[in-house]
Structure formats: structure tokens, C-alpha cells
């Protein structure tokens, strides 16, 4: 079922697990993340971002397939624009559909991101959909930005920020960074941070950057309070990971079969990530009533 990632980031967080957002460019990754949320009984949000909108999976294209097959899933499926900005982003997620927005603003200073924020997640609200935010800056791993730790989250400046734009879950900076991160390279996570800010804002906490950051990291900012982990890089690379595979054991692969394929391999992905955040049975298998389709 097509649901409010506001509704379903307060059960992870009344019931201390995380829920898998992945960055979905086409058809196949959608079909990845619902089926292996059906398989795992599990809560999944898929993310596109306004790059990824405006280049490959645009408005008219990709959101009436995710909203059709989230709405016939036996799991709650939310849909979520990733990174929006520009004013004009959040009017063509939420006229394609979208049932919540991320504003980022993280960038920009305080005020200025308090002003922004609040005008976004009044438009989202006003249209009966949530809104994410973020505050600290969770940058590059390519910079190295995950080290630091000026932009890290202030859990004093949190409150402050959520109290007075009312945004529905938060995008903590606490030593992740998007992307790759080099050869070999754990980040160091800041959990004391991570604890205080649950501790002051009680909300459902986001943590961007999902890639390469660690099991053991992970895990343990699941049991800290993080309820949404952004995945792009991870998922991008196991399919790109598969299609070399295949294209090397036969150079003919037929073009259809590789699609398949790379669906499959991104879905087993996904459902250990979710079994590793938590989010596996968490619900009851139940297709909403409709007419059956193959
Ligand atoms: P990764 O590409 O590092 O998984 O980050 C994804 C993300 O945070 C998207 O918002």
C-alpha cells in the first residue's frame, strides 16, 4: 500500500528500527525494492532525487510506475523526492505524487535554512504529504567531508530547527558522507552526538550516506535512534557489479534476461540490508483488494 513516510518513520521510531530509502532510477529498481520489501515483510521509501528526475526518471515517467506499484503492494511503500531545492522541485514531485519531500537546505545558514524549511514543509503539509529536512551538512565522500565535524549536527540548534519548522523527520550529520568512500576506509560515526540529538528531539532521525559506511556502524546507529538510511551507491554498484558478471561469462546476454538479472541482484541486496536495519517483518503480507494483474 502507497503510504505517508510520516506514519510509517513513527512506528521505526516507536519501535527502535531503521527503514531502507534507495535512490530509484527505472523500473527495475523500483520492482528491487518493492518485491524485497514484500519478501521481507518490510516498510520500504523509494527516493528520487531532481538530478535523477530531470535526467533519466522524469515526472511523467517514473512516478506513475512507482505510485501503481506501491499501491498494489502487500507492504507500505512511501515515496519521497530526494534532495529537493529549487521551489520548483517541490511543486512537480508533489503534482506527480510524491507522498513526501526532502528539502535540503543543510548548505545554507541557519536562518536561511529555518526559512526555507518551514516555507517547504508548510506546501507539503498544506497538499497532506511530510517533509524531511536537514540540518548539519552531510557532504561528499569524495571531499571527505565525513570527517568534518564543523558539520556536524548541534542537537541544541536540532531543537531550536524542528521546533520552529515543523519538519516530520530529520537528517542528522554525524560522520557519513554520499558516495564512495576510499578503498578500504570505515567513517568514524560520532554516537554520543547521535544519542543526545534522540534524546533532545524524540523524532524519527535520517541518516544519509548509507553506502559503505559500515555493518557494525550501521547496526549501532539503528539502536542510537537513526529510523531512515538513505542507499544510492551500494545498490547502483551491486547491479553494475551483476551486468559485468553476466556480460563476461556470455557477451550475447540477451538484454531482457540482464534486466532481470540485475533486478534480482539489487533485491538480495536490499533484503539483507533490511533484515540488517531491522525492518524485516515488521508488517503483515496483505495486497490491497484489486483486480488481479499479471
Ligand atoms: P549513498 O550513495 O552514499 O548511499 O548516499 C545516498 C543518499 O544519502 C541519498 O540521499
Known amino acids: 500500500m502507497f503510504v505517508s513516510m510520516k506514519e510509517m518513520l513513527i512506528h521505526a521510531h516507536e519501535n527502535g528500527y531503521a527503514v531502507m530509502a534507495v535512490n530509484c532510477v527505472n523500473m527495475e529498481q523500483v520492482k528491487a525494492c518493492i518485491e524485497g520489501a514484500e519478501e521481507e515483510c518490510s516498510p520500504i521509501i523509494l527516493n528520487i532525487s531532481p538530478r535523477q528526475m530531470r ?16 499501491e498494489r503492494a502487500g507492504v507500505p511503500v512511501a515515496f519521497n523526492l530526494d534532495h529537493g531545492s529549487a521551489y520548483e522541485d517541490f511543486v512537480t514531485a508533489l503534482k506527480a505524487g510524491f507522498s513526501s519531500v526532502m528539502i535540503d537546505a543543510s548548505a545554507c545558514e541557519f536562518e536561511e535554512n529555518v526559512r526555507r524549511t518551514q516555507m517547504i514543509a508548510a506546501l507539503a503539509h498544506g497538499c497532506g504529504k511530510s517533509c524531511e529536512a536537514e540540518l548539519g551538512h552531510v557532504g561528499n565522500a569524495e571531499a571527505g567531508d565525513e570527517a568534518n565535524t564543523d558539520y556536524y549536527t548541534n542537537p541544541e540548534q536540532a531543537k531550536e530547527f524542528v521546533d520552529r519548522t515543523h519538519c516530520d523527520c530529520l537528517a542528522v550529520a554525524i560522520g557519513t558522507a554520499h558516495g564512495s568512500y576510499p578503498k578500504g576506509m570505515v567513517p568514524k560515526l560520532d554516537f554520543e552526538r547521535l544519542a543526545l540529538l534522540k534524546k533532545t528531539l524524540n523524532m524519527p532521525l535520517v541518516l544519509h550516506g548509507g553506502s559503505g559506511a559500515g555493518e557494525e556502524n550501521i547496526r549501532r546507529a539503528v539502536a542510537c535512534g537513526i529510523n ?11 547491479a553494475v557489479e551483476e551486468i559485468k558478471a553476466a556480460l563476461k561469462e556470455n557477451p550475447d546476454y540477451n538484454y531482457m534476461d540482464l534486466c532481470m538479472r540485475t533486478e534480482d541482484a539489487m533485491k538480495d541486496f536490499i533484503r539483507r540490508y533490511m533484515r540488517m536495519i531491522g525492518s524485516s517483518m515488521r508488517y503483515t503480507f496483505s495486497r490491497p483488494e484489486g483486480p488481479e494483474l499479471d
Open 55 to 70: 535526467e533519466h526518471g522524469h515526472s511523467y515517467a517514473l512516478p506513475p510506475v512507482v505510485k501503481s506499484m506501491a
Open 228 to 238: 531512515k538510511i538513505n542507499v544510492n551507491t551500494d545498490v547502483m554498484a551491486h
